[in-house]
């Protein structure tokens, strides 16, 4: 898979955990589906998400599909 399509697929797994409101199976299914792209595993976004959800900031469905959503 290319980059585009590796990490859209990334974001609809994770959504689907939102869906079921599974907050944190969705943080760590696209973690970790974002680390098996080379070209993603890096990505500074992993790190500000990291930081935001250890932060106390991403703790609820809505910020969650936002910054999965907002991912690029």
Do not use: P
Request: hydrophobic share 35%.
């Amino acid at each position: 898979m290319n980059r585009t399509e590796h990490l859209n697929w990334a974001k609809e797994r994770a959504l689907e955990y939102l869906e079921l409101n599974q907050l944190e199976n969705a943080w760590l299914s696209f973690y970790s589906d974002l680390n098996k792209h080379e070209e993603l595993r890096k990505h500074n976004g992993l790190q500000l998400g990291r930081q935001l959800k250890y932060a106390g900031f991403l703790n609820c469905v809505e910020e969650m599909k936002d910054f999965i959503k907002g991912f690029n």
